[in-house]
């Protein structure tokens, strides 16, 4: 028996996003027709776990200008609609919509909202290099040129005051070290 992985949505005027969440997706298969029939089928997991939703959108799309991204985390649909303007819903059918179809709030922008688009919404999965972006990595951090900037005349000098402090966060034992400024999470 099939499982339902969980999906997002979110919409403009002319474009859909539809994010599958289903982590080290294998034997991926898409199938988007003219009329809005949308069917996704992956394995996941050591078991490969066989995972399929089938989706009658709610209007026409265009199936030729529709792309495909595939991550290790998801598989994400840009779906182009067949004509430029806002969907009530997602699907077809109306009423309750199934328990794993849910809005994708970090990509939804109101209608009112479209035109006033931002920069940056056009863009599409891939067009960001993320190692190209200053993040902070492990070979960007010094941990002593931190403490050091830290150190002021009314601090003792003594190892017990520095014991469990690393860049200026303090840290427990069993938790993350964190840059300064930022709280401190312990791992679960």
Not at 55 to 84: F, G, M, P, W
Not at 126 to 132: A, K, N, P
Not at 140 to 145: G, I, K, L, P, S
């Amino acid at each position: 028996m099939s499982r339902h992985p969980l999906v997002k949505w979110a919409q403009r005027s002319d474009i859909l996003f539809i994010t599958v969440e289903l982590p080290d997706a294998k034997d991926v298969k898409l199938n988007l027709d003219p009329e809005g029939k949308f069917s996704f089928s992956a394995t996941s997991g050591a078991d490969n776990i066989p995972y399929e939703i089938d989706l009658d959108l709610y209007d026409k799309v265009n199936v030729n200008e529709s792309k495909t991204s595939i991550t290790s985390r998801n598989v994400v649909y840009l779906v182009k609609k067949a004509e430029s303007q806002w969907w009530s819903r997602l699907l077809k059918q109306e009423g309750k919509p199934p328990v794993f179809l849910k809005v994708d709030w970090n990509k939804w922008v109101d209608e009112d909202d479209d035109e006033d688009e931002k920069p940056g919404l056009d863009m599409e999965p891939g067009d960001i290099d993320f190692s190209q972006l200053n993040l902070g990595g492990a070979g960007d951090y010094d941990a002593e040129a931190a403490d050091e900037d830290e150190v002021t005349d009314d601090e003792s000098d003594t190892d017990e005051d520095d014991e469990g402090r690393e860049g200026g966060a303090t840290v427990d034992s069993g938790a993350e070290a964190a840059p300064a400024g930022s709280e401190s999470v312990a791992k679960v």
